[in-house]
């Protein structure tokens, strides 16, 4: 293991979020790029593509289209478009049309669930197309992962990696490799570390001793571990643990198929052809898609898991493989109250996330096995994907945690985006009311035009549709007041043009942090108590404009707040909001 280390990048730097691949790949299916992708074209697909939302580039930030030869790397990778042929590996011809959407891509556009999006993935991270360094061979970087995770169960009972250990012997490592050897190499270092007095420094060390046989600079060791590992994630068969990855139980038979073959001899071009139509997967043949369900149904008999297929035929693998979806989005919804009914122990890590998002993003460190992170340009995702933990932890909703949000998760219960339009963001359904929590990153003074309609529009469905109280909670960075001015009348006509007069409450999400603090801290975390708080601001919002509103509200949650915590409710008189005189204008 002399050789001079080479890390394999499943991913790119550029585009750290898999997720955002579809997104981004639909946009460009409907664009006037298609086959199209070189040269000047970068520069005009990635304006196309800001100009779409998908991606946030600062006038004169970058001129050159990097964003699109990063984009259409990831599409080329993954065999949604042609990638280009080298001379010596064929002729472009033999492959398709350069940059045209392949058989497979407009499968993946066609992938209308997420599990269906992490096959695809799981596809295309099967072929075998990265070169082996005697130039002869192609390994696929999952397979061989895989294939260290099992070895590494096999002799430890767990098939969990670290992210120091993936950092120093997973992406550094090909099948050139002795795998044996490998996995000795991860569990001395795994020795070692845990008897270390201090974690940092140990890893600063082992990252500078391999770092010798790497000709680039060290960092690249951690920063391409995160990349690579979300990437490995979207297989669906890995998730995360701490920092580090583990093999998904469900997924267990899966992996120890694709783990027995790691490279390949075949020509690049005969792997090009199969990633562009569509690799074949273990769970395309008979007898492994019945092993792989019946797998999963010993699981979810030993957790005790109630579920029915009897309804289904089970006489061809496509069929066999439907119900298994089946039940692994019974066992996945199943996991999600779980992690819902454990929430309330982790609130101290929300009000970090809170934190974060009020800074724009960013990552918070607490020790080199442990961190969270928003990425910036997924602040929109994560704000809905936190205040769903927050109404989680504050719990006594009647409906289920799947129920309550409109974005998609992944195996991991991070968010994969954010909600689609049409409906509210949150639902928080208790037996006497419901809170419907619209959220958003905007600070502008096109926040009120973003965000008066469908707020209104969605609080306004709401109110016919529970035959309860409804309460709308609107919460931004920053509140503009002519948005404050919107939610302070309420105003809403119905079909028929019923008037409605909407109870809408916006906060900062600043706000509604120190009073979800407030509430933990004290050991008081109840729905009565946000209720509470809403009906508080907005009992004065007729006597006062929308200015001096929100000073109101601000005011409010500092004295509710206190109340909570100290038990000592503050009397009227004390808040100079409500004690000073108040002119009346017209509504």
């Given at each position: 293991?002399?050789e001079?280390?080479?890390?394999w990048?499943?991913?790119?730097?550029?585009?750290?979020?898999?997720n955002r691949?579809?997104e981004?790949?639909?946009?460009y299916?409907?664009s006037?790029?298609v086959g199209?992708?070189r040269?000047?074209?970068?520069?005009g697909?990635?304006?196309?593509?800001n100009?779409?939302?998908i991606i946030?580039n600062?006038?004169g930030k970058?001129?050159?289209?990097?964003h699109?030869?990063?984009?259409?790397?990831?599409?080329?990778?993954n065999g949604?478009i042609?990638?280009?042929?080298?001379k010596?590996e064929g002729?472009q011809e033999?492959?398709?049309?350069?940059?045209n959407?392949t058989?497979?891509?407009r499968?993946f556009?066609?992938?209308n669930?997420y599990?269906?999006?992490q096959?695809c993935?799981?596809?295309?991270?099967s072929?075998e197309q990265?070169?082996?360094?005697?130039?002869?061979?192609?390994?696929?970087p999952?397979?061989?992962?895989l294939?260290?995770?099992?070895e590494?169960?096999?002799r430890t009972?767990s098939?969990?990696?670290s992210?120091?250990?993936?950092?120093l012997?997973?992406h550094?490592t090909n099948?050139?490799y002795?795998?044996?050897?490998v996995?000795?190499?991860i569990?001395?270092?795994?020795?070692?570390?845990?008897?270390?007095?201090?974690k940092r420094?140990f890893d600063?060390?082992e990252?500078?001793?391999r770092g010798?046989?790497?000709d680039k600079k060290?960092?690249?060791?951690?920063d391409?571990?995160?990349m690579?590992m979300?990437y490995?994630?979207?297989?669906?068969v890995l998730?995360r643990?701490?920092?580090?990855?583990?093999?998904v139980?469900a997924k267990?038979v899966?992996?120890?198929?694709?783990a027995?073959?790691?490279?390949?001899?075949?020509?690049?071009m005969e792997?090009?052809k199969?990633l562009?139509?569509?690799?074949?997967?273990?769970?395309?043949?008979m007898?492994v898609?019945k092993?792989?369900?019946?797998?999963?149904i010993?699981?979810?008999?030993?957790r005790?898991?109630?579920?029915?297929?009897s309804?289904?035929?089970l006489s061809t693998?496509a069929?066999i493989n439907?119900?298994?979806?089946?039940l692994e989005?019974?066992l996945?919804?199943?996991?999600?109250?779980?992690y819902a009914?454990?929430q309330c122990?982790?609130w101290k890590?929300i009000?970090d996330?809170?934190?974060?998002?009020?800074k724009?993003?960013g990552?918070w460190v607490?020790?080199?096995?442990?961190?969270?992170?928003?990425?910036?340009?997924?602040?929109?995702a994560?704000?809905?994907?936190?205040l769903?933990?927050?109404a989680?932890?504050?719990?006594?909703?009647v409906?289920?945690p799947?129920?309550?949000r409109?974005?998609k998760?992944d195996s991991?219960?991070?968010p994969?985006s954010?909600?689609?339009?049409?409906?509210?963001?949150?639902?928080?359904?208790?037996?006497?009311f419901t809170i419907?929590t619209?959220?958003t990153?905007?600070?502008?003074?096109r926040q009120?035009?973003?965000e008066?309609?469908?707020?209104?529009?969605?609080?306004s469905?709401a109110?016919?549709?529970y035959?309860k109280?409804?309460?709308g909670?609107?919460?931004?960075n920053r509140?503009?007041?002519?948005?404050?001015?919107?939610?302070?009348?309420?105003?809403?006509y119905a079909?028929?043009d019923?008037?409605q007069r909407?109870?809408i409450?916006p906060?900062t999400l600043?706000?509604?942090?120190?009073?979800?603090v407030?509430?933990?801290e004290?050991?008081?975390a109840?729905?009565e108590?946000?209720?509470?708080l809403?009906?508080?601001?907005?009992?004065?919002?007729?006597i006062?404009e929308?200015?001096?509103?929100?000073?109101?509200?601000?005011?409010t949650?500092?004295?509710?707040?206190?109340?909570?915590?100290?038990?000592v409710a503050i009397c009227k008189?004390?808040?100079?909001?409500?004690?000073?005189?108040?002119?009346?204008f017209?509504?």
């Amino acid at each position: 293991m002399s050789e001079r280390i080479k890390i394999w990048l499943v991913g790119n730097t550029g585009l750290r979020n898999p997720n955002r691949i579809q997104e981004g790949f639909s946009v460009y299916a409907n664009s006037p790029f298609v086959g199209n992708l070189r040269d000047e074209n970068e520069v005009g697909f990635m304006n196309f593509l800001n100009e779409k939302g998908i991606i946030q580039n600062e006038e004169g930030k970058d001129e050159s289209g990097s964003h699109a030869r990063k984009w259409r790397l990831m599409f080329a990778r993954n065999g949604f478009i042609y990638p280009q042929v080298k001379k010596k590996e064929g002729s472009q011809e033999e492959l398709g049309a350069l940059d045209n959407i392949t058989p497979f891509g407009r499968s993946f556009l066609k992938a209308n669930t997420y599990p269906a999006v992490q096959e695809c993935f799981l596809r295309a991270m099967s072929v075998e197309q990265f070169p082996m360094p005697d130039g002869k061979h192609y390994f696929s970087p999952l397979r061989w992962l895989l294939a260290i995770m099992l070895e590494l169960e096999r002799r430890t009972g767990s098939s969990e990696l670290s992210r120091i250990e993936f950092a120093l012997w997973g992406h550094t490592t090909n099948p050139s490799y002795n795998l044996e050897e490998v996995v000795d190499n991860i569990l001395d270092l795994r020795q070692r570390r845990a008897v270390a007095p201090a974690k940092r420094p140990f890893d600063k060390k082992e990252i500078a001793t391999r770092g010798k046989s790497y000709d680039k600079k060290a960092d690249n060791f951690l920063d391409y571990s995160d990349m690579n590992m979300r990437y490995l994630r979207i297989s669906g068969v890995l998730q995360r643990k701490g920092r580090g990855l583990i093999v998904v139980p469900a997924k267990h038979v899966l992996a120890e198929k694709l783990a027995k073959s790691t490279a390949s001899s075949d020509p690049i071009m005969e792997q090009y052809k199969l990633l562009c139509s569509g690799a074949p997967l273990p769970t395309d043949n008979m007898d492994v898609a019945k092993s792989l369900l019946d797998d999963l149904i010993k699981q979810m008999k030993e957790r005790h898991i109630l579920f029915d297929i009897s309804d289904l035929p089970l006489s061809t693998p496509a069929e066999i493989n439907i119900a298994r979806q089946r039940l692994e989005n019974i066992l996945a919804q199943t996991d999600e109250i779980q992690y819902a009914n454990d929430q309330c122990n982790q609130w101290k890590e929300i009000r970090d996330y809170m934190t974060l998002l009020i800074k724009g993003g960013g990552k918070w460190v607490y020790d080199e096995d442990n961190a969270i992170e928003v990425p910036k340009d997924e602040t929109p995702a994560y704000l809905e994907w936190i205040l769903w933990r927050a109404a989680l932890a504050i719990d006594h909703m009647v409906n289920k945690p799947y129920e309550v949000r409109g974005f998609k998760l992944d195996s991991d219960f991070m968010p994969v985006s954010a909600a689609g339009g049409g409906k509210g963001d949150l639902y928080w359904e208790y037996n006497d009311f419901t809170i419907l929590t619209e959220v958003t990153m905007s600070t502008s003074s096109r926040q009120e035009a973003m965000e008066g309609e469908p707020v209104r529009r969605h609080v306004s469905d709401a109110v016919l549709k529970y035959d309860k109280p409804v309460y709308g909670m609107f919460i931004a960075n920053r509140i503009d007041t002519n948005t404050a001015e919107t939610f302070r009348h309420g105003i809403w006509y119905a079909k028929g043009d019923v008037k409605q007069r909407l109870d809408i409450v916006p906060l900062t999400l600043g706000q509604f942090q120190k009073y979800f603090v407030a509430m933990f801290e004290a050991n008081k975390a109840e729905p009565e108590k946000l209720r509470d708080l809403i009906i508080k601001c907005e009992s004065r919002r007729d006597i006062l404009e929308a200015p001096v509103w929100k000073q109101y509200i601000d005011a409010t949650v500092s004295e509710k707040s206190n109340e909570i915590v100290e038990g000592v409710a503050i009397c009227k008189e004390d808040n100079p909001l409500l004690s000073r005189p108040v002119q009346l204008f017209d509504m």
